[in-house]
């Protein structure tokens, strides 16, 4: 069936009838196609995903939001909400994102996955008031343009009880648009954060304007594959003195820079370790590291006292 075509009443109203009926302990529910998006008070599940393939995320986030206005039931019972979306648009959404999130009070984790990694997040920057959205504690973007970091900023900036943000592929055309922005008074204070981001984006995170804040963070997990990224890695690490649990995977020429010994808090450790010529060498191995595993001190050496548990991934 095309998933453009709308189902037959007595057909929805069957299948409804068998989620709510027949299933009573589902807890999650996948809807794909339109004819599900309906007003009713029927679907009151705690997680919702919405995947789309062939309209743009606009358009069924319309659909979407037209059900939840209809329904407060609906809205007061979702706990997780996944838009996935793998439309490739011609032009942006224009939309309805902030006032979608606005309808659900009782709302603890968000993840936004736009697979083909040109559409810009929906009005970003146009939520009527800061910390409009207070109920979310975690936060997951994959692969999503903004056209500034201002738009990131304040997209973040108005979650202000986040505790968990996850980035993964994220594009900020104009890293550079920050020289007239006044810095935001409101800013979200995650306690774990896992990022796969370019050194740019990175630096965005660390800029004076930037809406996340450092001060509480424990978990932080790092994917870096360029210079680059290793050196907005090591600025994130600077300024992280409360950091508990790091994950840190590195390319090969710079696994062994990591300046660990200030996060004097560090209780486990997961890193990616490589061993070249320049230290296998015998040679080239200053005379204080010499004896067993010698090769493996310079990285050593490094960690805080406060380690207890190590990881070490080839």
Same mark, same amino acid.
Not at 284 to 302: E, M
């Given at each position: 069936?095309?998933? &453009?075509?709308?189902?037959?009443?007595d057909i929805l109203e069957e299948i409804l009838s068998h989620l709510r009926f027949d299933l009573p302990s589902l807890k999650a529910c996948s809807l794909t196609h339109p004819? =599900? #998006?309906?007003?009713?008070?029927?679907?009151?599940?705690?997680?919702?995903?919405?995947?789309?393939? @062939?309209?743009?995320?606009?358009?069924?986030?319309?659909e979407l939001r037209k059900a939840l206005?209809?329904?407060?039931?609906?809205?007061?019972?979702?706990?997780?909400?996944? #838009? @996935? =979306?793998?439309?490739s648009p011609k032009e942006n959404g224009t939309g309805i994102f902030p006032s979608l999130l606005q309808l659900l009070p009782n709302l603890q984790r968000l993840s936004i996955h736009l697979a083909r990694g040109n559409v810009s997040i929906f009005n970003a920057d146009s939520f009527p008031?800061?910390?409009?959205?207070?109920?979310?504690? &975690?936060?997951? #973007?994959?692969?999503?343009? =903004?056209?500034?970091? $201002?738009?990131?900023?304040? #997209?973040?900036?108005?979650?202000?009880?986040?505790?968990?943000?996850s980035m993964d592929v994220i594009r900020i055309d104009d890293t550079n648009a920050t020289t007239n922005l006044v810095p935001s008074r409101q800013s979200c204070f995650p306690s774990t954060l896992e990022l796969n981001l370019d050194g740019p984006v990175i630096e965005t995170l660390l800029s004076p304007h930037s809406t996340v804040s450092m001060a509480n963070l424990r978990v932080l997990t790092i994917y870096a594959d360029s210079d680059q990224d290793v050196k907005a890695t090591s600025s994130i690490l600077?300024? $992280?003195s409360s950091l508990q649990v790091l994950t840190l995977l590195l390319p090969i020429t710079e696994s062994r820079e990591s300046h660990l010994r200030p996060l004097s808090q560090l209780r486990s450790i997961c890193t990616s370790l490589y061993f070249d010529s320049e230290w296998t060498s015998i040679d080239?191995?200053?005379?204080?590291?010499?004896?067993?595993?010698?090769?493996? @001190?310079?990285?050593?050496?490094?960690l805080p006292s406060s380690v207890e548990d190590i990881i070490l991934e080839s």
């Open positions: 069936m095309c998933p &453009t075509m709308a189902l037959p009443q004819s =599900f #998006l309906l007003p009713s008070s029927r679907l009151l599940f705690a997680k919702i995903r919405v995947r789309d393939s @062939h309209g743009p995320p606009t358009d069924i986030c319309l206005v209809a329904s407060k039931h609906m809205t007061a019972s979702i706990r997780s909400l996944i #838009l @996935h =979306f793998v439309w008031s800061p910390h409009s959205i207070s109920s979310v504690r &975690t936060l997951t #973007l994959e692969k999503i343009g =903004f056209d500034t970091a $201002s738009q990131l900023y304040s #997209l973040l900036a108005n979650f202000n009880n986040l505790e968990d943000i600077s300024v $992280s080239k191995i200053p005379s204080d590291w010499r004896g067993p595993f010698s090769w493996a @001190h310079p990285f050593f050496k490094r």
